[in-house]
């Protein structure tokens, strides 16, 4: 089932971190090419006047203990990116249900979407119901944090528990001074997207300026889409992504999430949404993620914090055994129903 494991670990091996961009593989706009690391299977809907599909992979443990846990991705990642999780909640008796959201990965990138976390929670709702799952642990992480609060909103009753992880628009970017940009800029700047951009922002940003081998098939994953055939709707479904993930933060409205909230944040992140195009000022007030945990941890009625301050962006990534200790812990600390 965990193949690619071994796919992973013998391109962290020889690939060097100073990799061109030009050295990657070029891959579909649906990911085609790239293996994930478990069955892939679709979930097939119509929304917006078109007809759609979003990719899942959905792991049944060996020993269940009758919880899902749902894991929702970010904005450079996948589901695939997952993997270590996917594999440490299995085993420990979790379902598993990974989705790539409508605009990622190998779920469909349409020519027009009016994009919104709404629009992203119903769409996994509806997913989840055509597998037969109910209540369910949101795992979010990063823009899958804000997906995983808005899902939590719209239902709570569906919700067991909520797990966020360095989750993103716990602060409002554009009040804050950043300037807004365009569709059509966003679009310009995504078609510039290589494997060099994505590592050097993922380096300076998500890892406090650490590197390592075993990041880079992630990088080249995401590269390959930008150097394929598809390059062009890729650009235009992240530039719509981004807008979306600009305007609507989710800071305004974590004090009505009820669920029990265990917040697992890497402290080094240093993510803030459009700061390069702000001025020194305005970069320099956001995107303390130490502060933006403790903040957040006060204004959700029924939150545990757990930090990690040497971590970054993706703490699951950077360091998994402490990442999922802590998880476990704080999955097993739910109340029994």
């Known amino acids: 089932m965990f193949r690619h494991a071994l796919l992973l670990l013998i391109l962290a091996v020889v690939l060097p971190a100073s990799a061109s961009a030009a050295d990657g593989p070029a891959y579909g706009a649906e990911l085609e090419g790239f293996s994930y690391p478990a069955p892939v ?41 997952w993997e270590a999780s996917m594999i440490a909640l299995s085993q420990a008796g979790y379902r598993v249900v990974v989705p790539d959201q409508i605009g990622f990965c190998k779920s469909s ?33 990063s823009t899958g944090g804000m997906l995983a ?5 719209a239902y709570p009753e569906q919700v067991e528990q909520l797990v966020l992880t360095n989750p993103i628009g716990l602060e409002d970017w554009k009040a804050e001074g950043v300037p807004w940009q365009s569709v059509d800029q966003w679009f310009e700047r995504e078609l ?21 081998p075993d990041f880079e098939p992630w990088v080249r ?27 609507q933060p989710v ?10 909230t265990l917040l697992l944040i890497g402290d080094k992140d240093t993510t803030a949404i459009g700061k390069q195009f702000a001025s020194p000022e305005v ?4 995107g303390h993620y130490p502060d933006l945990a403790k903040r957040t941890a006060a204004a959700i009625p029924h939150a545990t914090l757990v930090e990690f301050p040497d971590l970054g962006h993706a703490p699951q990534m950077q360091d998994p ?10 999955l097993a600390a739910l109340p029994a129903r």
């Open 192 to 212: 510039k997207t290589s494997a060099d951009t994505i590592r050097s922002y993922e380096q300076s940003t998500y890892y406090a300026g650490q590197w390592r």
């Open 251 to 260: 800071v305004y409205e974590l004090g009505r999430l009820s669920m029990p």
């Open 221 to 247: 994953m995401l590269a390959g889409m930008y150097r394929g055939p598809g390059r062009r709707i890729v650009a235009w479904n992240s530039a719509l992504l981004y807008d979306m993930i600009f305007t």
């Open 149 to 153: 609060v808005r899902y939590a909103l």
């Open 321 to 330: 055994e402490a990442f999922h200790k802590a998880l476990l812990a704080g």
């Open 109 to 141: 990138k349409p020519a027009h979407y009016q994009y919104s976390f709404q629009q992203l929670a119903a769409n996994t709702r509806a997913l989840l119901d055509s597998i037969g799952v109910g209540r369910v642990t949101l795992v979010g992480h």
């Open 283 to 286: 970069r320099a007030r956001i």
């Open 41 to 81: 299977n679709q979930f097939k809907f119509a929304s917006q006047g078109a007809g759609l599909h979003m990719a899942f992979m959905d792991i049944q443990p060996a020993r269940p203990n009758g919880r899902t846990v749902v894991l929702l991705h970010g904005k450079n990642f996948c589901g695939a990116t």
